[in-house]
């Protein structure tokens, strides 16, 4: 049974950082392409960022680079969501997700979400 379990979310006052974590079972999970989505109240799904299965590929939304780290452990199962100066527009629920290949479109598995809320 594929299970992601994300955590590291909550409430953060704008320009300080949080660090989400999802940790994956039930699957090859060093053979995929591990995602962060995003989505706030009102809007679309928005894809953060990415990293390869061996994470020689990243890439990032333009909104979030220079402030959000993407990484991996595949020992563990675990991605990872660094995210460093926060805004108030990136308060979201943060989903984590797997797919096979890096140019196929949609992931194959979601995670639960986890809140972020970015607020004084």
């Known amino acids: 049974q594929v299970q992601h379990v994300e955590s590291g979310g909550g409430l953060v006052q704008p320009g300080g950082s949080l660090r989400l974590t999802c940790a994956a079972s039930g699957f090859a999970f060093s053979t995929y392409t591990m995602s962060w989505y995003r989505q706030a109240p009102g809007k679309e799904r928005e894809l953060v960022a990415s990293?390869?299965?061996?994470?020689?590929?990243?890439r990032y939304v333009d909104s979030v680079k220079g402030r959000f780290t993407i990484s991996r452990d595949n020992s563990k199962n675990t991605v990872s969501l660094q995210m460093n100066s926060l805004k108030p527009e990136d308060t979201a629920v943060y989903y984590c997700?797997?797919?096979?290949?890096?140019?196929?479109?949609?992931?194959?598995?979601w995670g639960q979400g986890t809140q972020v809320t970015v607020s004084s």
């Open positions: 990293i390869s299965n061996y994470g020689s590929m990243i």
């Open positions: 997700t797997a797919k096979r290949g890096w140019f196929q479109k949609s992931p194959d598995y």
